[in-house]
């Protein structure tokens, strides 16, 4: 195995983590409480806001978010864990 590849792995690795990060966060039932107005564009929250809606009760936006979380979670889980095995393989 080459260098190239381990650092392939790494990358996955990095990648699987930060969007793991990325759905936990943005999800209503996970992230932060982050119901009142949006601070701009800069914001993430912003950003769902445009794109999902503000639903006024948080149970609603919880269950209307989950499976785009579940699935947000599998892909990264998944990322992160072929990056693991393919910087765990021996060189050959």
Do not use: Q
Not at 33 to 49: F, I
Request: hydrophobic share 50%.
């Amino acid at each position: 195995m080459t260098r190239a590849t381990r650092r392939s792995g790494a990358v996955l690795v990095i990648l699987g983590v930060v969007g793991a990060l990325y759905f936990c966060l943005t999800d209503p039932r996970f992230g932060p409480a982050g119901h009142a107005k949006p601070a701009g564009p800069l914001d993430v929250r912003y950003w769902l806001h445009v794109l999902r809606g503000s639903p006024e009760n948080v149970v609603d936006a919880a269950n209307s978010a989950w499976l785009v979380t579940l699935v947000g979670l599998a892909g990264s889980l998944t990322m992160f864990a072929i990056g693991v095995w393919l910087t765990r393989r021996r060189t050959v």
